[in-house]
DNA sequence: ACTTTTGCACTGACCAGTCAGTTCAAAAGA
DNA sequence: TCTTTTGAACTGACTGGTCAGTGCAAAAGT
């Protein structure tokens, strides 16, 4: 095949076949999840035709693990330009992980339904998609994890912090406020939600005023 | 007739079954999903037939809903013992906030196959049981809000948290930690990963030493 | 004592429907 | 011309749910 698909973009008839395909389906799994799904769903959905998912797309589970890694590929983008931005600036490692928090935020506010189904699917096991998985959350993470190291050689945060621990326990604490917000409270704005967040990761939640 | 049906617990036979197919059913749907557990494995794990699993809940769905109630019923009920138990004790409201976190470890640490079903079922919509899910949520998340409320009300919290959205943070922060921590480092102790959510709690994350 | 009845709990073969994936000739783009 | 899409028909495996029947222990009958 080798279609005349440049680097970046995507412009080709058939990228954008794939891109309505990615949107259908992202929205489909986030609500009923992959099984639930049909392909002839996802088509309908897409506006195409069911013979052209397989023309594009070799199984179902191949559209889903490259869905999967197109996401994943957007956040990590996001989050590393947001830390790079904040050390650009001169800020500090707190105001980096701020900045990724708002990052996080932003991303979740824009694709809640792929928020939402990379949740459902991470912890699973035994899954055939497991090592994609695998893969794509650890580029995630290792931004999180990159920053807080950088902040203990700094001595900005404390050596005896857990890295791992607590940029799992940082990305949980996003996660889940943004889906609470996305599910519960869409009305809330961003910034309302960011400051919420901000007041918890600096520790300004004990003490009056 | 009148079945010998013992008074309180379930010693009834029935009631054996019932809790088979709970345990079956958790681990199955934990790794694989809803849709993609068939009935026939449930009750294969379970070591009971097809039929049975129909005597005893009307249907697949039924069966997961009164799944999600015992479960959480559990969780809710080591919650709400963990905060009265530091109240009686006379400690904060931080140290009751320290001790739900704890509860919620140790509640991931012997039920991670509910949790990560949990996790995986909360934010999705259009399902038959979103609303037993909401329910169910909202019995968990209040007592958090609780201890929240009672903090700002004594002055030991600042009046400008966010009450719903900082344990909707907190909930996220200790579900995430936990699960990443049974899924990729379960050979450490649950001490040590409570020390680590504890100073990210405490804001002891900043500053050294 | 011992026979019969009752009905709960369970069984597993069976059925009707569903779905992923295939095929392909023809049409539409580019 | 060469690529991409269409759309409908088809297959074969699988699945939720059903149902007539079994086993058995306690209750009733004698």
Redesign the interface.
């Given at each position: 095949m080798e279609s005349s698909n440049a680097a970046s973009g995507g412009s080709t008839r058939r990228e954008a076949t794939r891109q309505k395909l990615y949107e259908a389906a992202v929205t489909l799994i986030?609500?009923?999840?992959?099984?639930?799904t049909t392909v002839d769903e996802i088509a309908e959905r897409a506006g195409v035709a069911k013979g052209t998912v397989y023309y594009n797309f070799a199984s179902k589970s191949v559209l889903f693990e490259e869905l999967l890694r197109h996401g994943v590929g957007l956040l990590t983008a996001s989050l590393r330009e947001a830390a790079e931005k904040t050390a650009r600036d001169g800020g500090t490692k707190?105001d980096a992980l701020d900045a990724m928090v708002r990052a996080g935020l932003v991303f979740i506010d824009r694709y809640p339904s792929f928020t939402?189904l990379y949740?459902?699917?991470?912890?699973?096991?035994?899954?055939t998609w497991q090592s994609t998985l695998m893969v794509v959350r650890q580029q995630a993470v290792a931004v999180v994890e990159g920053v807080l190291r950088e902040g203990v050689e700094s001595?900005?945060?404390?050596?005896?912090?857990?890295v791992?621990?607590?940029a799992?326990?940082?990305?949980?604490?996003?996660?889940?406020?943004a889906?609470?917000?996305?599910?519960f409270?869409p009305e809330r704005s961003l910034d309302?939600?960011h400051?919420?967040?901000s007041?918890?990761l600096?520790?300004?939640?004990?003490?009056?005023?």
């Open positions: 986030a609500e009923q999840g992959f099984s639930a707190v939402q949740v459902a699917e991470l912890w699973r096991t035994n899954r001595g900005e945060f404390s050596e005896e912090i857990d791992p621990l607590t799992a326990a940082l990305v949980g604490m996003v996660l889940v406020a889906l609470d917000w996305k599910s409270q309302d939600v400051a919420a967040l007041r918890l600096q520790g300004r939640v004990s003490g009056r005023r």
